[in-house]
């Protein structure tokens, strides 16, 4: 029941822009980003509800393509601090329970 | 001090060992969550408990136990620790109450390493 996530890894320069793709073969609810630093605890970035509209949070943004079963991640001009794994959380009932991608290494570089 | 804690952060231990892992949270949050890390798997979901008295099986439960003391306190224990549960483990609690997103918030994680 796990979400696919591609691409695996990326690699920017700072100001580029980056898509990150999460599927499910299940019908989802929601649909949670978050993105973990090296050696750290995964951070919340935002939640796309079933039904919901694109979501942003400073310059990223994230979509819900509720026929296609899948959400987008996208980070436009991105800056150093972008740099860690983002992790998409899949959620197939409104019963707050989530099954992780395995997750995209992005490294943002100067 | 974090508002979800992990102990220990670190732990070696040899197979056949008895290992406990404890989290305990100052969120007030009913739900509680145990995940594994392992690089290129992402997070996979070992049990979660919505409350005291609700515990559930995730992905990953075989090998694996848990007590949820109170609500601030969820802990996994592994009966007899094998070298394929060296893993970072990570604890989480959420809240749905009204308003909330129900966004996941993790401890720092315990790394548990089985020689």
């Known amino acids: 029941q796990q979400p696919v996530q591609s691409p695996q890894a990326v690699i920017l320069r700072e100001g580029e822009d980056a898509v990150i793709n999460c599927s499910s073969s299940?019908?989802?609810?929601?649909v949670h980003w978050y993105r973990q630093k090296h050696g750290e605890a995964p951070i919340f970035l935002m939640i796309?509800?079933?039904?919901?509209e694109q979501k942003g949070h400073d310059k990223i943004s994230a979509s819900f393509n509720e026929k296609k079963q899948q959400s987008s991640l996208y980070l436009t001009a991105s800056q150093l601090s972008y740099s860690g794994t983002y992790f998409c959380?899949?959620?197939?009932?409104?019963?707050?329970?989530?099954?992780f991608g395995s997750g995209t290494k992005l490294n943002v570089k100067p | 001090d974090a508002d979800v804690t992990q102990t220990p952060r670190n732990r070696i231990t040899k197979t056949g060992k008895r290992i406990m892992l404890e989290c305990s949270q100052t969120?007030?949050?009913?739900?509680m969550y145990w995940y594994r890390q392992d690089p290129g798997l992402g997070l996979r979901l070992i049990y979660y408990?919505?409350?005291?008295?609700?515990?559930n099986k995730g992905e990953i439960s075989d090998g694996y136990s848990v007590s949820r003391q109170a609500q601030a306190k969820f802990s996994l224990s592994l009966e007899s620790a094998i070298p394929n549960q060296t893993a970072l483990y990570f604890c989480?609690?959420?809240?749905?109450?009204?308003?909330?997103?129900?966004?996941?918030?993790f401890g720092e994680g315990s790394r548990l390493t089985v020689l």
């Open positions: 299940k019908a989802l609810y929601s």
């Open positions: 408990s919505f409350d005291v008295k609700d515990i």
């Open positions: 959380g899949t959620e197939y009932n409104n019963f707050n329970k989530f099954y």
């Open positions: 989480a609690t959420s809240d749905l109450g009204q308003g909330a997103t129900g966004e996941l918030f």
């Open positions: 796309l509800l079933k039904g919901g």
């Open positions: 969120k007030g949050h009913d739900r």
